[in-house]
């Protein structure tokens, strides 16, 4: 089945940038996602992009998709205290949202 | 803004007994889901309802049922608890159409003991 990759861990100090990476298997993926949890919350939509994008910028989030190498990244500039949570990478294709995966989360730790 | 509410954000039980977990969203949302959220192994779908009385089982069902007699509200329904059903409990929704995002309500945190 499909399947969205992370790496668990990133620590950073603060004012630097983070950029957490995420692989995915599904190549009919339609848009791809980036969640946010703090401790003791639910997750938290931050971004997402669609398929066909190459990039798409918020303020100081910066979402790449390289679509050929099925890899999907969020880069947060100048990091601060607040941004440490789990950041999730999720995947869904085209079926009335039925099909949506989670990668395992990535811990990001902003050091002062 | 989307709401996602959750019956309880704590819950103790005990083993044995049988526990319902309430979700409910404002928004009119065709789908609706309920996950388990352990450490170290991500999130993990339980159930799944994509309408009124239907409804489709996910990664882990065994242990739990669910219902949906209301477009608004999903219940998780563990029978008879156990110890390792000792987790966080999240429910989401989102719309058949459309960019398909997942909203979230803020978790129950279930202890079993």
């Known amino acids: 089945g499909e399947d969205v990759e992370q790496s668990l861990f990133l620590s950073v100090r603060e004012g630097d940038s983070s950029v957490i990476n995420c692989t995915y298997t599904?190549?009919?993926?339609?848009?791809l996602y980036w969640y946010k949890q703090e401790p003791g919350a639910g997750l938290q939509l931050l971004t997402y992009i669609f398929s066909n994008m190459d990039m798409k910028q918020d303020q100081r989030l910066t979402v790449l998709l390289n679509k050929k190498d099925k890899h999907l990244s969020l880069r947060i500039a100048d990091t601060q205290t607040g941004d440490s949570a789990i950041y999730f990478c999720?995947?869904?294709?085209?079926?009335?949202?039925?099909?949506?995966?989670f990668g395992p989360g990535t811990r990001l730790s902003v050091l002062p | 803004d989307v709401k996602v509410t959750q019956s309880s954000r704590y819950l103790v039980k005990r083993t044995g007994e049988k526990v319902f977990l309430e979700c409910v969203q404002d928004?009119?949302?065709?789908?609706m889901f309920w996950y388990r959220q352990d450490p170290g192994l991500g999130l993990r779908l339980i159930y799944f309802?994509?309408?009124?009385?239907?409804?489709e089982k996910g990664d882990i069902p065994e242990g739990y049922s669910v219902s949906r007699e209301k477009k608004e509200r999903f219940s998780l329904i563990l029978e008879s608890a156990s110890t390792n059903q000792t987790s966080m409990y999240l429910c989401?929704?989102?719309?058949?159409?459309?960019?398909?995002?997942?909203?979230f309500g803020p978790g129950t945190r279930l202890t079993v003991t």
């Open positions: 928004m009119d949302h065709e789908n």
């Open positions: 989401a929704s989102s719309l058949h159409d459309g960019s398909y995002e997942q909203y």
């Open positions: 999720a995947e869904s294709g085209d079926n009335y949202g039925q099909n949506f995966v």
């Open positions: 599904d190549s009919s993926s339609t848009y």
């Open positions: 309802s994509y309408d009124v009385k239907m409804k």
